[in-house]
């Protein structure tokens, strides 16, 4: 394919270099989109704010970061030397192991070469004689190319809650999706950990028997289940190289590409002691099993759903011995599944040491953060450090950070403003040859994401072979994909917790939205094949 790539552009005065493709991100979606531009002998550079690889698993550095998927269903599949090469260590593996994965992924496909590390781009302005993008970094570098990829995550703009007085702290603070690279010294320090979601929960219990003491500001009780992680055994791991083929057939026929699939059951059909035994051995297992095995109706009958939850709720009063504490633990306020479930090792068992307080800020809000430490509305707390475990800004917050402006100059904040609006989560109408290779997907992220990055891939393929210069969705199949899925999505157990990133609800003042596709994974890669197939008829090209 011709390929594009000048030191300078005479179309604006201080632009220096032209591709024809920019990815935005080096983490699981943007390294793969690079190589398969790359194979495609099209000019590439990927810019990465990060300073290495790995995106998610470059920044969420913190104590207790692991995968919440087995390790052998999330390593890429696109490779099968890579997947006879690689040795996952353990079932739900940790984060310095996925990092040095994505390290040698990098090495082993020297992507390193066409990636700009510390490049945090600010802008990308589509150019409409040109058909080309203007992207400018930071720095003030600018590119131009006709092609951008945003591969910028589902998770990975940061929340924080602007709480009066952040800048006055006086010890030390860290947000966990900005954890630093050097050891955190947590000895003898009191320390606050702000939120309980699956970070906090992965989080709490490594540091608990560090610290000094430890305080944790609980707004909302999550649905946690034992991750009953393990060592991947010599026999384990030869079984896997043996039959990659088969695991990847298994988790792209499931609705959701874990290796799990729902029991066809409903719930009350199946007798309460029956029903009981099942629960506790789906209880015994490791992963979702207790979530995406379970009776399918659990996602769509609150009675159902209910049925299960109180068996959670026993299970964790079991584990608290203060009944008090024990019972603030306890979600009551939204179904379990609503929230994606944090995966637990001894979380519960960390409320039972003398060295950790539980404070519900439903009771007592946070008033301000104070150069000592905290006030609730009940009490001041004095800490030497401040853990903000507090999310992110899920789907549309690392798009709308960037200054992406499309036909006609309109913003991507405009246009994102009620949530998204996209067509199959691949483009947006009005921002030509511009593509999202974040995984819109309800899913397992890996598998996912890989088939998003072979649909980009092969469109710009089309282009080029077609000799079109310009692509995006045309409006009308815009607004029938977004109708759809909300239509898919109403009632669904998933959109009914009151904060939850799955709806954008966790963010204050965020329109309420169904930021991820809840088509089954089949089904919505079908949509894609389709709408390639079909020689693209649900696309403006030009
Ligand atoms: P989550 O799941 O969004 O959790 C964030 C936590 O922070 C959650 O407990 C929030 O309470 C809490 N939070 C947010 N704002 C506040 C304020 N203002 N006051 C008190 N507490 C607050 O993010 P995670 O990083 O834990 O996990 C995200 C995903 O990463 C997860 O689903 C896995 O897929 C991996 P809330 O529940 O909103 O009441």
């Known amino acids: 394919m011709a390929k594009t790539h000048s030191q300078t552009s005479e179309a604006e005065p201080g632009v220096v270099e032209q591709f024809d493709v920019i990815v935005i991100g080096a983490g699981i979606a943007g390294l793969y989109q690079l190589y398969r531009i790359r194979e495609l002998g099209l000019s590439v550079r990927c810019f990465e ?20 998927s087995e390790s052998e269903s999330y390593g890429y599949s696109w490779s099968k030397e890579l997947l006879q090469e690689w040795d996952w260590k353990e079932h739900y593996s940790g984060q310095p192991e996925n990092e040095k994965y994505l390290r040698y992924v990098t090495e082993k496909f020297d992507l390193r070469k066409d990636i700009q590390f510390n490049a945090h781009v600010t802008s990308a302005v589509f150019d409409e004689q040109a058909n080309c993008w203007t992207i400018q970094l930071e720095s003030g570098q600018r590119v131009r190319a006709q092609f951008l990829i945003a591969a910028v995550g589902l998770l990975s703009a940061r929340h924080t809650p602007p709480f009066e007085g952040m800048d006055s702290f006086e010890g030390e603070s860290f947000h966990t999706s900005r954890w ?56 384990e791991q030869a079984h896997w190289k043996a039959t990659y083929d088969k695991i990847h057939k298994r988790i792209r026929e499931t609705p959701v590409a874990f290796k799990y699939n729902f029991d066809p059951r409903k719930t009350f059909d199946v007798p309460k002691e029956e029903r009981l035994a099942f629960y506790e051995d789906l209880w015994s297992k490791p992963g979702f099993t207790k979530w995406l095995s379970n009776f399918h109706d659990i996602m769509t009958d609150r009675e159902a759903n209910e049925d299960f939850a109180e068996f959670v709720r026993d299970k ?77 800004d899920a789907v549309t917050g690392a798009l709308t950070r960037i200054d992406i402006r499309g036909e006609g100059g309109q913003t991507i904040q405009d246009k994102l403003a009620n949530g998204p609006r996209n067509y199959l989560g691949l483009q947006i109408a009005g921002f030509p040859n511009f593509f999202t290779a974040i995984n819109g997907v309800f899913c397992n992220y890996t598998v996912c994401t890989e088939s998003i990055v072979e ?31 909300n239509t898919v999505a109403e009632g669904a157990i998933y959109t009914q917790a009151k904060s939850a990133w799955f709806m954008g609800t966790n963010i204050p003042g965020k329109r309420r939205a169904t930021l991820l596709n809840p088509l089954p994974a089949p089904e919505y890669r079908a949509k894609c094949t389709e709408a390639a197939t079909n020689g693209y008829a649900d696309f403006i090209l030009q």
């Open 49 to 68: 704010d990060g300073g290495d690889v790995g995106g998610t698993w470059y920044w969420n550095r913190y104590p207790g970061c692991r995968f919440d």
């Open 180 to 235: 630093p690279q050097e050891k955190v010294d947590f000895t003898g320090k009191r320390v606050a950990v702000i939120g309980t979601g699956a970070t906090a929960v992965q989080l709490i219990p490594e540091i608990a028997p560090e610290v000094g003491h430890l305080t944790v500001f609980q707004r909302t009780p999550n649905y946690c289940a034992p991750c009953r992680n393990s060592l991947v055994t010599a026999e």
């Open 316 to 392: 964790i009063r079991a584990r608290v011995h203060d009944p008090v504490v024990a019972e603030k633990l306890v979600p009551k306020d939204h179904p379990f599944g609503s929230k994606r479930i944090p995966l637990e090792t001894n979380y519960y068992e960390a409320y039972n040491r003398d060295n950790v307080l539980l404070v519900d800020v439903r009771e007592a809000p946070i008033q301000r953060i104070t150069p000592k430490g905290l006030e609730t509305t009940e009490q001041e707390y004095e800490f030497d450090m401040i853990i903000y475990a507090t999310g992110f």
């Open 455 to 485: 649909w980009i891939a092969d469109c710009i393929v089309h282009l080029r072979e077609k000799g079109f210069q310009r692509i995006a969705p045309k409006p009308e199949a815009e607004e029938a994909w977004i109708e759809h899925i």
